[in-house]
């Protein structure tokens, strides 16, 4: 009697074992091309190593890039995760069997394509960032993340794009792109059109993250300006167009894409005066005009900035503050184009 207490639990263990999901038993993936710098941290680890091609990828592990550097991670399903430069991903979430998968790719920043392979069984696959959340089944499309803001690019299939609450997502399918930035739900998608800024920033992205491409890193790193200077474009657009919120977004999106000055400062300008002219909000205008004089104080927009903020102040009734802005422009821009008009509204305040 004894002998059969003793046996029963290990055939049981052994059952369980056997009836274990293959998956359960195996990686993830693994660093399939590595190219220039790479490192790896393993979860629980506290430092990086240098990475090494055919190394194991498990949940909770993390791949970062250096300056020049590019990996490829193959996972268990077929799937490809292709890490460009100056990027760094987690693998938050994996688990896949023959009925069903289920992933999650964390972007901490930088740019990832990730070709999804198509699959029969229920499917679960997200690339995260901070701000953004691409849910996808079977496709190829590409992520960058700067900072706050979010670029992707359709290149098959379909992605469910949202922001981090997952709510009010858009569908961007092949040949397209959406963007967004901290709280702001993904624009509604723009075809890229060829010979365009948008399709050399695409282009762009595709070699970057191939680490078998050739690439001019030159060009590459030129990409947050391109796109951050196409939004300015497209957000004076869409202020003409009277789509004054959306414009507002496009601009902010320019601001969290680049740390270019002079393109920062003209967002912030462009912003002020959406919220001034077209959205009867004085006080967030001059919120606008003031981070362009304090944060970028030799912009060219820094002359715009002080007469803006004057006029609102006068529109107020403040006008100690106006006629501060205007004797600060009739200071610092003795020739300005605007010092006619800035003489006669100083003369209505009794200066």
């Known amino acids: 009697m004894s002998k059969k207490i003793l046996r029963l639990p290990l055939l049981f263990l052994f059952a369980a074992f056997l009836l274990m999901p293959s998956?359960?038993?195996?990686?993830?993936?693994?660093?399939?091309?590595?190219?220039?710098?790479?490192?790896?941290?393993?979860?629980?680890?506290?430092?990086?190593?240098?990475?090494?091609?055919?190394?194991?990828?498990?949940?909770?592990?993390?791949?970062?890039?250096?300056?020049?550097?590019?990996?490829?991670?193959?996972?268990?399903?077929?799937?490809?995760?292709?890490?460009?430069?100056?990027?760094?991903?987690?693998?938050?979430?994996?688990?896949?069997?023959?009925?069903?998968?289920?992933?999650?790719?964390?972007?901490?920043?930088?740019?990832?394509?990730?070709?999804?392979?198509?699959?029969a069984g229920k499917s679960d696959i997200k690339v995260k960032t901070r701000t953004a959340v691409a849910g996808v089944r079977g496709t190829d499309f590409i992520v960058m993340n700067q900072g706050n803001a979010n670029v992707m690019f359709g290149n098959e299939g379909r992605v469910a794009a949202s922001a981090t609450d997952g709510k009010d997502s858009v569908q961007l399918k092949a040949g397209q792109m959406t963007e967004n930035t901290s709280g702001v739900v993904p624009i509604k998608p723009i075809v890229v059109e060829p010979g365009t800024p948008l399709a050399e920033a695409r282009a762009a992205l595709v070699a970057v993250t191939d680490p078998g491409a050739p690439i001019e890193w030159e060009a590459a790193g030129k990409l947050p300006a391109i796109l951050a200077r196409w939004n300015v474009n497209y957000g004076h657009y869409l202020a003409d167009s009277k789509r004054f919120k959306d414009a507002l977004n496009i601009f902010q999106i320019a601001i969290d894409l680049t740390e270019i000055s002079s393109i920062r400062a003209e967002a912030h300008l462009e912003r002020g005066t959406v919220l001034s002219r077209n959205l009867g909000d004085p006080k967030s205008a001059l919120a606008e005009y003031t981070a362009v004089m304090e944060r970028y104080p030799v912009s060219e927009f820094v002359d715009n900035a002080v007469y803006s903020a004057g006029v609102i102040y006068m529109d107020m009734g403040d006008k100690e503050n106006a006629r501060r802005m205007f004797t600060r422009y009739l200071s610092d821009y003795p020739k300005g184009a605007r010092r006619g008009t800035v003489e006669i509204l100083l003369k209505s305040l009794g200066e």
């Open 23 to 119: 998956t359960a038993l195996a990686s993830a993936g693994a660093l399939d091309t590595l190219s220039g710098a790479v490192f790896f941290m393993a979860k629980g680890k506290a430092d990086w190593g240098s990475a090494v091609k055919g190394a194991e990828v498990n949940v909770g592990d993390r791949i970062k890039t250096g300056a020049d550097g590019r990996a490829l991670i193959i996972f268990g399903d077929g799937t490809k995760i292709m890490l460009g430069n100056d990027s760094e991903l987690e693998i938050s979430e994996y688990m896949a069997s023959a009925k069903k998968r289920s992933a999650v790719y964390t972007l901490a920043t930088g740019k990832v394509r990730a070709i999804v392979t198509k699959f």
